[in-house]
């Protein structure tokens, strides 16, 4: 009896936890389909599909442009931040120097710093660049909280590596480069895919930057795209189009971790290959 309590509390807890976190999402999804009076009326079963919310939003203008947007910022973020974070882990975890894990303590405090503890001073810098205005500026400040997180797990993830695989290449005249790129990547696959759809959540979902870093609406991000969404006056707030756009842009986040599920398990319960 104490075993099948344990059970039922054990599977009660995992519904609890599966349904807090799928709910609102499947209540954005209802009620991206609702239109008019019906927004008002709480349902909790599909009781219309109408589509106008979602032609509307994809029919605006700069939303589909700031989709793509989010896209190249995401993307760009991720490609920057893996190949500066696999050089880094190799420096890290294989060559010794004075200074390496203190070094790498102040790479990790630095994605410590809450956002707006460095955003006035990351404006002055981005502006005095002439980045203001463009997207190349929310790539930087993305990089600056991807990259220590990036760093960190990699160069945790190639300590674990075997020293043999290493030994061997150098013995056959392989160059750094070549050791990092033909020997270490083939078996970094669960960590690389791992650090990189968490920086793309990361990239694709952040707020702060991307409002006070972009005044133009065609250079927006589809977070602040979304919260900048409009009615007809100024006193509605057209939140069937803004669940619909919330539904557009988790969809694609869902898909990946979907289609990568495996290789982030693996990235972040296994700590290295065993030889």
Not at 73 to 88: D, E, F, H, N, P
Not at 223 to 232: F, R, T
Request: charged letters at 10%; hydrophobic letters at 60%.
């Amino acid at each position: 009896m104490p075993r099948l309590i344990k059970q039922v509390a054990f599977y009660a807890l995992v519904a609890f936890i599966v349904l807090q976190s799928v709910f609102p999402f499947y209540y954005a999804a209802l009620t991206s389909m609702k239109s008019g009076t019906a927004l008002f009326r709480v349902n909790y079963l599909p009781v219309d599909f109408n589509l106008s919310n979602y032609m509307a939003v994809l029919g605006n203008g700069t939303f589909p442009r700031n989709i793509l947007n989010s896209v190249f910022v995401a993307t760009v973020v991720v490609l920057i931040s893996l190949l500066l974070a696999v050089t880094a882990a190799y420096a890290l975890a294989r060559i010794q120097f004075r200074g390496r894990g203190l070094l790498l303590l102040t790479i990790l405090s630095v994605s410590m710093f809450p956002q707006i503890a460095v955003l006035a001073g990351l404006f002055e810098v981005i502006r005095a660049i002439g980045l203001y205005n463009s997207l190349w500026s929310l790539v930087l400040a993305y990089m600056i909280f991807t990259l220590p997180f990036t760093v960190w797990v990699l160069t945790t993830f190639m300590r674990d590596l075997p020293v043999e695989i290493e030994e061997a290449a150098i013995v056959d005249g392989a160059s750094p480069w070549t050791i990092v790129t033909r020997v270490f990547l083939p078996l970094m696959w669960p960590a690389l895919v791992t650090t990189g759809l968490l920086a793309f959540i990361h990239a694709w979902n952040e707020f702060l930057f991307a409002l006070t870093f972009i005044s133009n609406d065609d250079l927006r991000t589809v977070p602040v795209a979304i919260a900048l969404l409009s009615g007809a006056t100024e006193f509605e707030v057209p939140w069937g189009n803004i669940m619909a756009a919330s539904v557009i842009v988790t969809v694609p986040l869902i898909a990946l971790v979907l289609i990568f599920q495996r290789k982030i398990i693996s990235g972040l319960t296994a700590g290295g290959v065993k030889g």
